[in-house]
């Protein structure tokens, strides 16, 4: 079974600033996908960024981006310039590779951090 | 195009009540999923379907939980008997298809997730 730990359960950034938000997992497998979700008070979960795992190359978005590191099984998601539109709940999540053609796996989520962007 | 939309976006219902809770996917998403996000348990998953199949219902909680998906589009997830504890959020997903992706290796579409039905059982 997998397991995504997030160690924080709440940040705060000031606007512009930059904010690291932390992921662990756990996995016997190799083939497998990262995400980070984010979920305002709207309740919407938003993708923000997503990693496959067989890719060297960290993951970027415009304003977010990731640091995988895979011996270590870590994902971090960085907020550059945070903007008050990032205040929200961001989950880490972790995707098994399908079993086979045709199939689709479960997402394994953290317990979430929530991060609040001050002025 | 449209997302994934869910009805109703919130539900009050008696203990031992039956509810249903629709979820309608990303036109032509073939993959349907059932998560739930309470304070308690954070997010868990419920049920996946592939088309009108379900090949991982392992997270359903108990027997007075069951979910159908018919024409390959809408899925209702059912809870009859509702008992407190199954309060929560109630997120549906959808995504496209699993496939290969440019350096021939198998990936996976990205899950896309609608707003949620918030039920309260009192």
């Known amino acids: 079974a997998q397991t995504v730990t997030q160690s924080q359960p709440e940040m705060s950034v000031q606007e512009a600033e930059t904010v690291t938000l932390s992921c662990t997992y756990d996995t016997s497998e190799n083939n497998y996908y990262l995400f980070w979700y984010k979920q305002p008070p709207s309740r919407q979960m938003i993708l923000v960024i997503r990693q496959e795992a067989y890719k060297q190359q960290n993951a970027t978005e415009n304003r977010f981006s990731v640091n995988f590191q895979k011996a270590a099984k870590s994902f971090s998601l960085k907020i550059s310039d945070s903007q008050l539109g990032d205040t929200a709940m961001y989950f880490c999540?972790?995707?098994?590779?399908?079993?086979?053609?045709?199939?689709?796996?479960?997402?394994?989520f953290g317990t979430g951090t929530r991060l609040q962007v001050t002025l | 195009g449209a997302g994934v939309s869910q009805s109703p976006s919130n539900k009050v219902t008696e203990k031992g009540k039956d509810v249903e809770l629709r979820c309608d996917p990303i036109s032509g998403h073939t993959a349907l999923y059932w998560y739930r996000q309470s304070l308690g348990q954070g997010l868990e998953f419920l049920i996946y379907?592939?088309?009108?199949?379900?090949?991982?219902k392992s997270g359903l909680p108990s027997d007075r939980f069951s979910a159908e998906r018919t024409g390959g589009s809408v899925s209702t997830l059912t809870i009859q008997r509702t008992q407190q504890e199954d309060s929560a959020v109630y997120l549906c997903?959808?995504?496209?298809?699993?496939?290969?992706?440019?350096?021939?290796?198998?990936?996976?579409?990205?899950?896309?997730f609608g707003p949620g039905t918030r039920l309260t059982v009192l």
């Open positions: 997903a959808s995504s496209l298809r699993t496939g290969k992706g440019l350096a021939g290796v198998s990936s996976t579409d990205t899950q896309y």
């Open positions: 999540a972790f995707m098994k590779h399908p079993p086979r053609a045709g199939t689709a796996s479960k997402l394994t």
């Open positions: 379907f592939q088309g009108n199949s379900a090949p991982d």
